[in-house]
């Protein structure tokens, strides 16, 4: 017995109606009805947020801070999948465990760690003291500078790996005509590879983007109550003050503006 395309999709249908486009529905229809759960959908909530700059500038910095995440992992992490295409296969294996070694870490174990690192007795302090950098400890722990570093290095792989595939089917010709033709290795890096790996770019830029501005654990545990992102405002909103309307109405604004800045990440990369 043959089954068609469409057949054989249904399942697939069907799991993607049941845990995505159910509970997205239902999100969506909480965010319209009153703080009592009445009957009667209203848009106050929306209005709400709309119409506090508090909101917006919540909502704008979380923004911000994946954009200085994901700008951090492309700039360390293009050169770590540079590396690692060009290495020998016995070496590539070891650069790509390191690079996943995160990813089989607990999100909470690997963020507790990094509260050790940046503390004021942790181990970047006790560098930077030792070194005469600085002659009292640097305020690295609740502040936006630890988050980046934190986040940077927890959604690594995620930049690394969509790059690192893209390399990797690179023709090595290429790279040898170019320097044939007299470039060196910073113009063949420049001009030849740079572009053929932009789809990678992109593909991790999303990936690690759309990573980034949801961390819940990282940004609350690292930041602390001094900083507050759209996550931890979900959540302050659903849990602290019960309020489930409004915690919904954010949670829609917020998968909107970060569905149009990975959009535009999409229009960039289509346009390459």
């Given at each position: 017995?043959?089954?068609?395309?469409?057949?054989?999709?249904?399942?697939?249908?069907?799991?993607?109606?049941?845990?995505?486009?159910a509970?997205?529905?239902?999100?969506?229809?909480?965010?319209?009805?009153?703080?009592?759960g009445?009957?009667?959908?209203?848009?106050?909530?929306?209005?709400?947020?709309?119409?506090?700059?508090?909101?917006?500038?919540?909502?704008?910095?979380?923004?911000l801070?994946?954009?200085?995440?994901?700008?951090?992992?492309?700039?360390?992490?293009?050169?770590?999948?540079?590396?690692?295409?060009?290495?020998?296969?016995?070496?590539?294996?070891?650069?790509?465990?390191?690079?996943?070694?995160?990813?089989?870490?607990?999100?909470?174990?690997?963020t507790?760690?990094?509260?050790?690192?940046?503390?004021?007795?942790?181990?970047?302090?006790?560098?930077?003291?030792?070194?005469?950098?600085?002659?009292?400890?640097?305020?690295?722990?609740?502040?936006?500078v630890?988050?980046v570093?934190?986040?940077?290095?927890?959604?690594?792989?995620?930049?690394?790996?969509?790059?690192?595939?893209?390399?990797?089917?690179?023709?090595t010709?290429?790279?040898?005509?170019?320097?044939?033709?007299?470039?060196?290795?910073?113009?063949?890096?420049?001009?030849?590879?740079?572009?053929?790996?932009?789809?990678?770019?992109?593909?991790?830029?999303i990936?690690?983007?759309?990573?980034?501005?949801?961390?819940?654990?990282?940004?609350?545990?690292?930041?602390?109550?001094?900083?507050?992102?759209?996550?931890?405002?979900?959540?302050q909103?659903?849990?602290?003050?019960?309020?489930?309307?409004?915690?919904?109405?954010?949670?829609?604004?917020?998968?909107?503006?970060?569905?149009?800045?990975?959009?535009?990440f999409?229009?960039?990369?289509?346009?390459?």
């Amino acid at each position: 017995m043959r089954f068609s395309e469409s057949q054989l999709a249904l399942p697939l249908a069907a799991l993607f109606v049941t845990f995505f486009v159910a509970p997205l529905s239902v999100l969506v229809a909480l965010s319209l009805v009153t703080e009592q759960g009445g009957n009667t959908f209203t848009a106050v909530h929306y209005i709400k947020f709309f119409t506090d700059s508090f909101n917006y500038s919540i909502l704008f910095e979380t923004l911000l801070l994946g954009l200085k995440a994901t700008g951090v992992c492309l700039l360390f992490g293009y050169p770590i999948a540079w590396i690692a295409a060009r290495a020998k296969a016995r070496w590539q294996s070891v650069l790509i465990f390191l690079v996943i070694l995160p990813i089989l870490t607990s999100v909470v174990v690997r963020t507790f760690s990094w509260i050790v690192i940046l503390g004021r007795q942790g181990i970047l302090n006790q560098i930077v003291l030792g070194l005469g950098l600085s002659h009292e400890p640097v305020q690295l722990l609740f502040t936006e500078v630890g988050v980046v570093i934190v986040l940077a290095q927890v959604q690594m792989p995620l930049m690394v790996l969509p790059i690192l595939t893209v390399l990797t089917r690179v023709d090595t010709n290429l790279a040898d005509a170019s320097r044939a033709l007299g470039a060196g290795e910073w113009r063949t890096l420049w001009r030849v590879t740079l572009p053929l790996s932009l789809p990678g770019i992109v593909a991790g830029c999303i990936l690690t983007y759309s990573a980034c501005v949801t961390a819940f654990v990282t940004q609350t545990l690292i930041g602390g109550a001094r900083l507050i992102y759209m996550p931890l405002q979900i959540y302050q909103q659903a849990i602290g003050a019960n309020n489930w309307p409004f915690a919904a109405a954010i949670s829609v604004i917020f998968m909107i503006a970060v569905l149009a800045l990975i959009s535009l990440f999409g229009m960039f990369g289509r346009r390459v």
